[in-house]
């Protein structure tokens, strides 16, 4: 199974600008890169999608290296409810796509 | 759009009970998967489906569970017998193709599951 390594807590304040790296170095031709965002008591919920290079949405950016064997999630102005766990996942079908790991929990202090 | 809906969002049993959890996917959406949240071993993957079949099992702990869909808007998954260490979060969440790409996961607000 891929195997994605994330800090496993990060803190920040309200309107910083956080960056969360995943470390992915088996990633495969055919993966994706995809993150979820997680608050206490709900499921996981979709953030943004890349393949390579960058991706922005209304949400956040997505940024890929050239050999993606990282990316790393940027989330501009922090507000206090940013505040939960951050996964990453990589992959393209099958059971490892769809595998999790510890996450990143962000804490966002006024 | 209502989303993954899951019942009920709570549930309390006596050890050697048996307890059935439901969920109905987004209409349309041709996978249904089946996740177990706790804290010591996080999101695991249980079981699942595609076009109402079972692709991969692998995650399903041991027999005393199982699921079923007998239909595209339904799903059940059940523990029989349920112990203590089955207490989590059971999340259902469904997509539209089988590929990460564009596909990705909606998952509903799960069903808290205490076993005593």
């Known amino acids: 199974l891929a195997k994605t390594t994330q800090p496993i807590s990060m803190d920040s304040y309200e309107g910083q600008e956080v960056n969360i790296t995943c470390s992915h170095n088996?990633?495969?031709?055919?993966?994706?890169i995809t993150w979820y965002q997680q608050f206490p008591s709900q499921g996981p919920r979709f953030i943004i999608q890349?393949?390579?290079t960058k991706v922005t949405n209304e949400v956040a950016s997505l940024f890929i290296p050239a050999d993606r064997k990282s990316s790393t999630l940027s989330l501009p102005r922090v507000s206090l409810s940013d505040t939960a766990v951050y996964y990453c996942?990589?992959?393209?079908?099958?059971?490892?796509?769809?595998?999790f790991g510890s996450g990143t929990r962000l804490q966002v202090q006024p | 759009d209502a989303g993954v809906i899951q019942s009920p969002r709570h549930e309390v049993t006596e050890m050697g009970q048996e307890v059935t959890l439901r969920c109905k996917p987004i209409?349309?959406?041709?996978?249904l998967f089946w996740y177990r949240q706790t804290m010591m071993r996080g999101l695991e993957l249980l079981i699942y489906?595609?076009?109402?079949?079972?692709?991969?099992d692998s995650g399903m702990p041991e027999d005393r569970f199982s699921a079923k869909m007998p239909n595209a808007s339904f799903s059940t998954l059940k523990i029989q017998p349920s112990e203590p260490r089955d207490s989590a979060v059971y999340f259902c969440?469904?997509?539209?193709?089988?590929?990460?790409?564009?596909?990705?996961?909606?998952f509903g607000n799960g069903t808290r599951l205490t076993v005593t």
């Open positions: 969440a469904s997509s539209l193709y089988g590929r990460t790409h564009n596909s990705p996961l909606h």
């Open positions: 088996n990633i495969a031709t055919n993966d994706y």
């Open positions: 890349g393949y390579k």
């Open positions: 996942l990589v992959g393209d079908t099958g059971r490892r796509a769809l595998t």
């Open positions: 209409s349309g959406h041709d996978y």
């Open positions: 489906f595609n076009n109402n079949v079972p692709i991969d």
